[in-house]
């Protein structure tokens, strides 16, 4: 069977595999395509159950989708970004995406799986706290009828790039670091979609560069990959649909909650493997 044979070693159910993995590829496209990314946090464990645990491989596979569905957001959202946040970002993200190049590489020894297990799983625990602290803050916030509102200074730039170069490059989890940079800028929803979708699609090239390099996309990746380009066509069109289809304040309402999923969905994860 062709599709059999594109799937990489190592994959135990072809059929989990397109299921679970179609289903992950069109959740981060409408994401990135509606709602700015957050909710893409949840492909990454869909994946690696699609890929049946192994989660070096489901990143790797991943990244080459994220890419494509980056396309089709800013495609979709072609020129209506905001420079300056974007710019911002890009100097911190940089040495992130070099630190974390750092961890997978020194992770990739042959002693090295349980180490990797515990960073990852102190990854998920980091970010998902950082998470639902911000989606906290903003319901404090809201009650007591004061905006959050900033506009950001470089280092604090700095440090929200960096996060996010270090977390996207480990686990494809910069979603909430990202949206607690741009939704306090309070920019039109178009616009911070854009913005968050820029972001990603420069960022996410630039991880191409460790993962080649640490051998986590390969030609059979690649391959696995391609078998699920539909799905990430048809999640950016649902997006985009989704995404017109609310207001502002629902619109702002459904991004936080997603971080709010995604925050405890993390953290769950991570204290559960540290727990094993």
């Known amino acids: ?18 299921a679970v993995g179609s289903v992950s590829a ?12 957050s909710v893409g946090l949840l492909s990454t464990p869909l994946m690696i159950f699609a890929c049946g645990g192994n989660s070096r491989l489901a ?22 970004w905001n420079w300056r946040a974007v710019g911002m970002l890009l100097p911190g993200a940089a040495v992130g995406i070099a630190a974390g190049w750092a961890v997978l590489h020194a992770l990739a020894g042959p002693r090295a799986a349980g180490g990797a297990d515990a960073a990852n799983a102190w990854l998920k625990v980091g970010v998902g706290a950082i998470a639902l602290a911000f989606v906290t803050l903003h319901v404090v916030r809201g009650l007591s009828g004061k905006p959050l509102a900033f506009s950001p200074v470089f280092w604090q730039a700095g440090v929200a790039g960096s996060a996010a170069g270090v977390s996207s490059t480990l686990a494809h989890a910069a979603g909430p670091v990202v949206a607690m940079y ?13 913005s968050t979708a820029l972001f990603f699609w420069i960022a996410n090239q630039a991880k191409l560069i460790p993962y080649f390099a640490e051998n986590m996309i390969n030609t059979s990746t690649l391959w696995a990959g391609l078998l699920l380009v539909p799905a990430i066509a048809a999640g950016g069109l649902l997006g985009k649909l989704l995404h017109r289809r609310v207001n502002q304040a629902q619109f702002i309402g459904i991004v936080y909650g997603l971080l709010a999923l995604a925050g405890f969905w993390l953290t769950w994860e991570g204290v559960a493997a540290l727990v094993r």
């Open 26 to 37: 069109m959740l981060l496209s409408m994401a990135k395509t509606g709602f700015g990314g």
């Open 1 to 18: 069977m062709l599709s059999w044979s594109l799937v990489p070693a190592g994959m135990d159910s072809l059929a989990r595999f397109l």
């Open 182 to 194: 741009m939704l306090p800028q309070q920019m039109p929803r178009g616009q911070y979609v854009a």
């Open 59 to 80: 990143i790797g596979i991943l990244l080459p989708i994220l890419i494509a569905a980056d396309y089709v957001a800013l495609a979709a959202w072609l020129g209506k």
